[in-house]
């Protein structure tokens, strides 16, 4: 709120495709309610696992008090999840993750036909298919201007539990997957481990890159802004929180600066690059050693039951 937030999703402690400290127990989420609204803001939550049917009753539940408290609405991946909240909350705003991989123009119709008021755009559309989506489709949009890539889709990694997979269930009867986060646990970024290809005994390749790279957007926030999308949205859990302010700081200043500047003249990118080149190394820093500790982490063997 401090560095100029508009709006903050927190991720309730089971629900959100982290580890647990990096989640929120309830009393936390109430605050942090609390928190947001005395600071102008919004406060969303993220219920961004796959669910079974047995889960589905036990998150009503949760979002029954979350609404209760003022929450401003829900991040979420799940389908039948989204289409049970619709109902039960038809006026919280639902968000579609990154995890739902919405491409195209039917994709939003049938987000939007279950309850679905905005979507996050996939890291992989263009400028162009943005504006064809924004012109056709009365819906919220919402990109991602810091993230990271995925080789496959991002928010639907099945690669994670290569080495790990750890099954609990918590209080509430909610399943644990630790190793793979569509189902609660947590990402244990295998895809960045030293990979070789081989065919039978032969090895084709020596290396093999799977892409992971985590990006900044800087050069597409001005059009971003003129094509009038609604959100851009800064991925924040797992770092430093003087990293995140420092993060959310540069890029609260940045569209503000755009948005008084005078319409029709150039706006000088070069200072912004400057900053965030050094706001980079501080996020690959942190980034790099929380992968190192979870590849170490996902290669220990799992408790016995």
Known sequence: ?????????????????????????????????????????????????????????????????????????????DIGAMAEVHRRFPHLTIHASIGANILNDEDVRFYRSIGVSQVVADTKLTLKELASRKEQMAVGIEILIHANHCYTYLGKCWMSPYHRLERTTDPSGKD???GSPNRGGLDYRVCLESWELYSGATRWEEQVAL???????????????????????????????????????????????????????????????????????????????????????????????
């Open 211 to 305: 892409k992971n790279d985590a990006f900044f957007l800087l050069d597409d926030i001005p059009r971003l802004i003129d094509l009038g999308v609604h959100c851009l949205k800064i991925q924040g859990r797992e770092y430093p929180v003087p990293l995140v302010g420092e993060i959310v700081r540069f890029y609260r200043d940045l569209i503000d600066r755009y948005v008084a500047h005078p319409k029709g003249h150039p706006f000088d990118l070069a200072p912004w690059r400057a900053t965030l080149a050094g706001i980079e190394g501080g996020r690959n820093a942190a980034r790099g050693e929380t992968t190192r500790l979870l590849l170490i982490e996902g290669r220990q063997p799992v408790p016995a039951a």
């Open 176 to 178: 644990q997957f630790k």
């Open 1 to 77: 709120m401090a560095n100029g937030a508009n709006a903050v999703y927190a991720g309730p402690r089971g629900w959100s495709r982290r580890r647990d400290r990096f989640e929120l127990p309830e009393e936390d989420i109430r605050e942090a309610v609390r928190i947001a609204h005395a600071g102008g803001a919004k406060m969303r939550v993220a219920i961004n696992t796959n669910m079974q049917s047995h889960e589905i009753p036990p998150m009503l539940q949760k979002m029954e008090r979350f609404v209760a408290w003022g929450v401003d609405g829900a991040i979420m991946t």
